[in-house]
């Protein structure tokens, strides 16, 4: 599975960004599909991750709320829409394949280049 995520940019704190991942290579309805992010001097962390069908959709508790994750399994993109993101927002964000649902980055198979996300204040 070949991932490439897009989106990202510079926002203010309170506004909205949408990242995409596309995927190409296998059935992309078989991976549940996660994001991940990265920031500064900091370890790669959890964000978010739908299921194949989309009917689940765990998200990490400094997101839970803000953060929306969804996938268009005819379009082969999942989404991550961000709102009301903050500072601390601010990393490069990661997609990534799993063969089911998990928050564990060791168990994601493929991964897409990040993209980088800045949230000012």
């Known amino acids: 599975v070949q991932l490439q995520a897009s989106g990202g940019g510079l926002v203010q704190a309170g506004g909205s960004l949408r990242l995409s991942c596309s995927a190409s290579g296998r059935t992309f309805s078989n991976y549940a599909m996660g994001w991940f992010r990265q920031a500064p001097g900091k370890e790669r962390e959890f964000v978010a991750v739908?299921?194949?069908?989309?009917?689940?959709?765990p998200y990490a508790d400094s997101v839970k709320g803000r953060f929306t994750i969804s996938r268009d399994n005819a379009k082969n993109t999942v989404y991550l829409q961000m709102n009301s993101p903050k500072p601390e927002d601010t990393a490069v964000y990661y997609c990534?394949?799993?063969?089911?649902?998990?928050?564990?980055?060791?168990?994601?198979?493929?991964w897409g280049r990040g993209t980088q996300v800045t949230v000012s204040s």
């Open positions: 739908v299921s194949g069908s989309g009917a689940s959709t």
């Open positions: 990534a394949a799993a063969p089911w649902v998990t928050m564990v980055e060791g168990r994601y198979d493929y």
